[in-house]
């Protein structure tokens, strides 16, 4: 959803915002988180928590960290042990 979130966010027009929609709307009819990448501001969170995006990543939740830093950031992060780690253990369902 990266470009069409950018799209929809800097008023690139309602074709941008409907097919963030129609994405969103396609996991959820086929069971399957979705995942946002650009999500820079609070707007674009709202946007996509209101269509029911189930994970958003970006600059709004962290600045990119070098190698080395990345384990110590992980280590301080509160992990949801019910919610799968990898494509796979989603799509097993």
Do not use: K, Y
């Not at 929809?8 to 074709?15: E, L, N, Q």
């Not at 959820?28 to 990543?57: F, K, R």
Request: net charge negative.
């Amino acid at each position: 959803l990266g470009r069409a979130l950018a799209e929809a966010r800097g008023g690139g027009g309602t074709v941008a915002a409907l097919i963030v929609a129609a994405v969103v709307g396609l996991g959820q009819s086929l069971g399957l988180p979705t995942v946002a990448e650009g999500v820079e501001d609070a707007a674009a969170a709202g946007l996509l928590a209101g269509l029911g995006c189930n994970v958003g990543q970006g600059w709004l939740f962290g600045r990119a960290v070098p190698e080395g830093d990345a384990a110590a950031l992980a280590a301080g992060m509160a992990i949801d042990p019910g919610h799968p780690a990898r494509a796979e253990e989603a799509l097993a369902g």
